[in-house]
T-cell receptor, first 116, second 114 residues
Framework: AQKITQTQPGMFVQEKEAVTLDCTYDTSDPSYGLFWYKQPSSGEMIFLIYQGSYDQQNATEGRYSLNFQKARKSANLVISASQLGDSAMYFCAMGAWGSGNTPLVFGKGTRLSVIA | DGGITQSPKYLFRKEGQNVTLSCEQN?????MYWYRQDPGQGLRLIYY???????QKGDIAEGYSVSREKKESFPLTVTSAQKNPTAFYLC?????????????FGDGTRLSIL
């Protein structure tokens, strides 16, 4: 079974600073993918970034990057130059490789608040 | 534009009543999912369907039912057996294939008890 753990219920960051949101995972699958989503107060889920278990480099998408440490089973999201609009819930999720149709497993989320 | 449409945005249920939440996608995705989210919590899987006319129970299926008669549609019925239905419901879909495909979500339906 797959499990995602996000240990930070809430985080605060000053505007323009960088912030790291933690995510650890557990799986017996040899190949898997890790995803991060953003959920603003309006409720929609916005896909941010993906990391495959066999990817050699850490994923980056604009101000988002993923600090992937396979041996530690961690996939932390780094947001650089935080903006007020980054205030939201952030969810880490994972899925098994080659199982494109099975559901992603989600963590409980971290609420990020950006302070001006 | 391709996407997932959930309706209604807000829904109220009376005691003993069944209500149905609509989810339609035009992304040509094979798989569709229903999640429940309680305030300040993560997403819990209710049901999912990998192909038309087939679906599987998720972690919290009791009190819910679904159908998948068309690829585009995956409605969720909250039955009177679900004693605590007040929550935010999210529908998602995903393309068949490699695991790098993210799940795409609708904007959700907020269900409350009258």
């Amino acid at each position: 079974a797959q499990k995602i753990t996000q240990t930070q219920p809430g985080m605060f960051v000053q505007e323009k600073e960088a912030v790291t949101l933690d995510c650890t995972y557990d799986t017996s699958d040899p190949s898997y993918g890790l995803f991060w989503y953003k959920q603003p107060s309006s409720g929609e889920m916005i896909f941010l970034i993906y990391q495959g278990s066999y990817d050699q480099q850490n994923a980056t998408e604009g101000r988002y990057s993923l600090n992937f440490q396979k041996a530690r089973k961690s996939a932390n999201l780094v947001i650089s130059a935080s903006q007020l609009g980054d205030s939201a819930m952030y969810f880490c999720a994972m899925g098994a490789w080659g199982s494109g149709n099975t559901p992603l497993v989600f963590g409980k989320g971290t609420r990020l608040s950006v302070i001006a | 534009d391709g996407g997932i449409t959930q309706s209604p945005k807000y829904l109220f249920r009376k005691e003993g009543q069944n209500v149905t939440l609509s989810c339609e996608q035009n992304l040509n995705h094979d798989a569709m999912y229903w999640y429940r989210q309680d305030p300040g919590q993560g997403l819990r899987l209710i049901y999912y369907s990998q192909i038309v006319n087939d679906f599987q129970k998720g972690d919290i299926a009791e009190g819910y039912s679904v159908s998948r008669e068309k690829k585009e549609s995956f409605p969720l019925t909250v039955t009177s057996a679900q004693k605590n239905p007040t929550a935010f419901y999210l529908c998602a879909s995903r393309a068949r294939g490699w695991s790098n495909q993210p799940q795409h979500f609708g904007d959700g339906t907020r269900l409350s008890i009258l």
